[in-house]
T-cell receptor, first 114, second 114 residues
Framework: AQSVTQLGSHVSVSEGALVLLRCNYSSSVPPYLFWYVQYPNQGLQLLLKYTSAATLVKGINGFEAEFKKSETSFHLTKPSAHMSDAAEYFCAVSDEDGSEKLVFGKGTKLTVNP | EAQVTQNPRYLITVTGKKLTVTCSQNMNHEYMSWYRQDPGLGLRQIYYSMNVEVTDKGDVPEGYKVSRKEKRNFPLILESPSPNQTSLYFC?????????????FGAGSRLTVL
């Protein structure tokens, strides 16, 4: 079965610094990969998704992620953190090729310091 | 506005008192699912439904029931709640209109079982 591992349950950066949130996946088929963000007291919303069209995926709010098959990774980055980026971020993989069921990582809470 | 609506948003109940958390979507989505979110465990799927009258167990179905009698509604039923079901619950849906695997989440229902 597919799975994802998010390295680091908490990440803290200064405003203006690079944001790097790590995600490694395990999949027996070409994966569909996702990043979701959860702002305080809200549901999750899609940041970006990878569906094999391009290895570098651009999402909302300046975030992007790069699919690296050789490293089985799908790390999320943003060049310059903003205070409003403080949230919890979840990496997810489709359970099967094209399946609606997503398997989520345990999440990484991002803190942005002024 | 396209959305997934959950009710109630907050609920405190006692052990053994049956309760239902409603979920409704207005996007004509085929797929609906329930997740629970617990600190350090991320999101775990409880049940899902591929369409009307089609439901299946997720990863943590024990103690829960669901039904899908109408396409728009997918209630989560706790027949005899126990304290270990204290959690934050999310309903999500997806379908052709949102793109494959792109889940739209409700705002969450925080349940406390005493």
């Amino acid at each position: 079965a597919q799975s994802v591992t998010q390295l680091g349950s908490h990440v803290s950066v200064s405003e203006g610094a690079l944001v790097l949130l790590r995600c490694n996946y395990s999949s027996s088929v070409p994966p569909y990969l996702f990043w979701y963000v959860q702002y305080p007291n809200q549901g999750l919303q899609l940041l970006l998704k990878y569906t094999s069209a391009a290895t570098l995926v651009k999402g909302i709010n300046g975030f992007e992620a790069e699919f690296k098959k050789s490293e089985t990774s799908f790390h999320l980055t943003k060049p310059s953190a903003h205070m409003s980026d403080a949230a919890e971020y979840f990496c997810a993989v489709s359970d099967e090729d094209g399946s609606e069921k997503l398997v989520f990582g345990k999440g990484t809470k991002l803190t942005v310091n002024p | 506005e396209a959305q997934v609506t959950q009710n109630p948003r907050y609920l405190i109940t006692v052990t053994g008192k049956k309760l239902t958390v409603t979920c409704s979507q207005n996007m004509n989505h085929e797929y609906m699912s329930w997740y629970r979110q617990d600190p350090g465990l991320g999101l775990r799927q409880i049940y899902y439904s591929m369409n009307v009258e089609v439901t299946d167990k997720g990863d943590v179905p024990e103690g829960y029931k669901v039904s899908r009698k109408e396409k728009r509604n997918f209630p989560l039923i706790l027949e005899s709640p126990s304290p270990n079901q204290t959690s934050l619950y999310f309903c999500a849906s997806s379908g052709i209109s949102s793109g494959a695997n792109v889940l739209t989440f409700g705002a969450g229902s925080r349940l406390t079982v005493l």
